[in-house]
């Protein structure tokens, strides 16, 4: 008998590729923190010897979660702001709150706040866009998660950085410090077309090609938005985007709620990505991303929850519900964005996107052992006919119980094995108690 890591038994393994395939009482086998095999549970037993075994009677074993787009430190500023425009939301409450209160003890406790709440709702990845982002990469690394930290670039000063030279100087300087993580890669992160200039972006665009990464970015998320860019430059942000080289298959394009059939057919030939962050854009009035439409059209679209203080969680699976109902409404088609499609944009979409796709995304043998174990055996998921569909519409972050990254248990039976939950609930309400004093007495 081969003697293994890990062998972990389920009722289901959902791999994701290929595409519709549901195993049922299989084992997935891991190895130096890599999957070694998918097996039936009887062929497994007489296979190997693990040197731990978790029994999952009940439950669905998928890849673990890719939030593509989140800005992690956020978490802090949960409910601040509710029920406003963007614009409004922006100006008037989180760009204030950011020049008073984010700074580097800022980032690293939401950013633990945040992984926390990942962990538990089933992410094993996210796409981070946010001040400090050597701090966010630091903290992912301690927990054990797998993160992208964004290089942000924006054209106005904060803490973090004076104008778009020292933005692009320190995100380089974290790059190259990040080189030999095995965990943490990093891309461009300019916040938006209406925040950066047109120099910036050419940098960003000649960076991007020399160090590989890709370019992670707000576009089109609102129709103010396309109205500014106008009058400002003559064309629309995607047009802009277009004239300056940035639309490629490095782009992840986040939102895009207001599309032209053209801009549509323009990310389908360059093989752009669009991130969709379906309850965010719905809480903020933004619109809605065509996400059938684009699918149709051969575009990968992937799916991210955008920050706590716009959605107001990070959760994957609700995500997930939200992206399928939404966009059957959208398109006014039953069929589209069934449940495995949600699936794939939750897990090998965003590995895609993010130059992921060989590591993480799907349960295939010789990738990392990232993966989520659901239990489908609450009442609120009974009966079970199709299990992937039953994850989808009502696998609800409470019924995730295991969470494996690079087969390192993060979260074992629902608690997290390398954060201290007392002491992360501790520092959030010591943070909220100020945070509610400075906008009590603003």
């Known amino acids: 008998m081969q003697v293994v890591d890990i062998l972990i038994n389920a009722r289901w393994i959902i791999p994701v590729e290929p595409a519709g395939v549901v195993h049922k009482d299989y084992a997935m086998a891991v190895q130096h923190g890599r999957i070694l095999a998918l097996l039936p549970q009887d062929e497994a037993v007489a296979r190997y010897e693990p040197r731990s075994r978790v029994d999952l009677p009940s439950h669905a074993l998928l890849p673990g979660l890719v939030n593509a787009h989140t800005h992690a430190a956020m978490t802090l500023f949960r409910g601040l702001a509710d029920d406003l425009p963007l614009m409004e939301w922006l100006n008037k409450y989180i760009w204030p709150a950011e020049r008073a209160w984010v700074g580097a003890d800022f980032v690293r406790d939401g950013t633990e706040l945040a992984v926390a709440e990942m962990l538990r709702s089933g992410t094993t990845c996210f796409n981070d866009m946010y001040f400090f982002p050597d701090v966010t990469a630091q903290v992912a690394a301690e927990v054990g998660i797998r993160a992208v930290v964004g290089l942000i670039i924006i054209d106005f000063p904060t803490v973090w950085a004076a104008d778009s030279q020292e933005y692009l100087h320190k995100g380089l300087q974290v790059h190259d410090e990040l080189a030999s993580s095995p965990l943490i890669t990093t891309a461009f992160a300019p916040h938006a077309p209406y925040t950066v200039s047109d120099s910036a972006f050419e940098h960003v665009a000649v960076l991007a090609e020399e160090l590989d990464i890709?370019?992670?970015?707000?576009?089109?998320?609102?129709?103010?938005?396309?109205?500014?860019?106008?009058?400002?430059?003559?064309?629309?942000?995607?047009?802009?985007?277009?004239?300056?080289?940035?639309?490629?298959?490095?782009?992840?394009?986040?939102?895009?709620?207001?599309?032209?059939?053209?801009?549509?057919?323009?990310?389908?030939?360059?093989?752009?990505?669009?991130?969709?962050?379906?309850?965010?854009?719905?809480?903020?009035?933004?619109?809605?991303?065509?996400?059938?439409?684009?699918?149709?059209?051969?575009?990968?679209?992937?799916?991210?929850?955008?920050?706590?203080?716009?959605?107001?969680?990070l959760n994957m699976l609700g995500e997930m519900r939200t992206v399928a109902l939404v966009a059957k409404a959208v398109a006014q088609d039953a069929a589209a964005i069934p449940a495995a499609h949600a699936l794939r944009m939750a897990t090998l979409h965003g590995a895609r996107a993010l130059g992921l796709e060989e590591e993480?995304?799907?349960?295939?043998?010789?990738?990392?052992?990232?993966?989520?174990?659901?239990?489908?055996?609450?009442?609120?998921?009974?009966?079970?006919?199709?299990?992937?569909?039953?994850?989808?519409?009502?696998?609800?972050?409470?019924?995730?119980?295991?969470?494996?990254?690079?087969?390192?248990?993060?979260?074992?039976?629902?608690?997290?094995?390398?954060?201290d939950l007392d002491e992360v609930a501790a520092k959030t309400r010591a943070w909220g108690e100020r945070i509610g004093r400075g906008a009590s007495a603003g």
């Open 214 to 313: 890709p370019i992670h970015m707000h576009v089109h998320e609102t129709e103010a938005e396309i109205r500014e860019s106008l009058a400002q430059h003559g064309v629309r942000p995607v047009g802009r985007l277009q004239r300056l080289g940035l639309i490629s298959p490095r782009l992840l394009a986040v939102h895009m709620t207001q599309v032209l059939p053209a801009e549509l057919e323009l990310f389908a030939q360059a093989s752009a990505h669009v991130v969709h962050t379906p309850e965010s854009n719905l809480k903020l009035a933004s619109g809605f991303c065509p996400v059938q439409r684009f699918t149709e059209a051969g575009v990968n679209v992937a799916l991210g929850t955008d920050g706590a203080a716009s959605n107001n969680d």
């Open 360 to 419: 993480i995304g799907s349960l295939l043998p010789g990738k990392a052992a990232d993966a989520v174990a659901v239990d489908l055996g609450g009442l609120q998921c009974l009966p079970v006919y199709q299990p992937t569909s039953q994850l989808v519409y009502t696998g609800g972050h409470e019924r995730v119980s295991d969470v494996w990254v690079a087969g390192r248990h993060l979260l074992k039976r629902c608690q997290p094995t390398t954060l």
